[in-house]
C-alpha cells in the first residue's frame, strides 16, 4: 500500500557537474567506422570565380564535400574577422546612446570593434590566421557531437601521422612542433589547419596510418529530492495483513500489536509520482527503515539525467 506526500519546491534541488571520457582511435579505417565518423576535408580558395559542381574538386572521407565550400564555409563561420589581422580586423560602428536627449536614442561617435561573430571561446586575444590567395587550401578534421559531448576539453586533443604531429595548446591554438599551424573550437568539434604548407595540410587529411586521441566533457544534472517525514505522519501501517478477518471484511479489526503505543512502521520502498498518480521511479532502501515518533526522518533520492 502506497502514502503520498507532495514535494515542495524546496525539497528538489538540481545540481549540474561535468563528466570526462577520454577517446583514442587507431587509423583511417577506424576513425571513418560507422561508429566514430570522424571526417577529414581538404578546403580551397579556387581561383574561378564560378562554382561548377561537374568539375570543382571535392573532398572528405565520410561523404563528399565540394572544397570551395568547405573553404568557404569555415572562413565565414570562424575566420571573416581575421581576414587581414591575425588579431581581429577592426570596423568602425555607431554607438547608440538610450535616451541621450528629449529627442530620445541618438547614434554618436563610433566604436572599433569586430563585424562579425566568430565563435569566440575565450576573452583572450590570440592570433587566428587564415590564407587568401587563389588555389590556397586548409584543412578541417571533424569530430561528431556524439563523442564530444558539449565539448572537447582543452589540453586533450592529439593528431598523430608518420610525418607530423597536431596538440592543442588548451587556449585555441593546434601546435605542430612549436609552431601555431591552426585552430581548434572545443564547443563544436572543429580542427582547421590554416598556416601549414600545402603538403604538410594535406598530410594530415589524407594520411591513412594516424592516432587521434582528445577527451569529451559532457553536463550532467543530478536532481535531489528530499522527502522529509514528520514526527506525527504516518504513523500507522496500510499493510492489509495487519487487518484482521477475512479478504471480504472491508471492515477487519487491526491486530493488537498495530494499536500498541510502541508500534512503529517500516520503510522498505519510495516511488515517485507525477501529478496523475502515475508511477515514474522507484528506489529501494538498503534496509527497512523504522520510523521515529519523536523526530523528523529524511530520505534523500538521488536521478542523474
Known sequence: MSAYKQFLASDIVVTPFEVNKGFTFYGVTELTSSYVGINRLLGQNLSSSLFNPLSDPTTGQLGTQYQRLVYSSVEELYYSNYLS??????????????????????????????????????????????????????????????LFGDFIRPNSFTFITDSGSLTDDGEGNIISGSEIIGNIFYPHGLITITSASSNVITNFITSSNVTCSFSSSYIIYETQYKCTIRENEFTSTLNPSAISGSNEDKNGIPYGFVTESYFSPYITTVGLYDEAQNLLAVGKLAQPLPMSPTTNLSILINIDR
Open 85 to 146: 589581422s591575425s588579431y581581429g580586423d577592426k570596423a568602425s560602428r555607431p554607438i547608440l546612446i538610450p535616451g541621450r536627449d528629449k529627442e530620445g536614442d541618438r547614434l554618436i561617435g563610433s566604436s572599433s570593434s569586430t563585424a562579425y561573430d566568430n565563435y569566440l571561446q575565450t576573452t583572450l586575444s590570440y592570433p587566428k590566421y587564415f590564407p587568401t590567395s587563389s588555389n590556397d587550401i586548409i584543412g578541417v578534421i571533424s569530430i561528431p557531437v556524439r
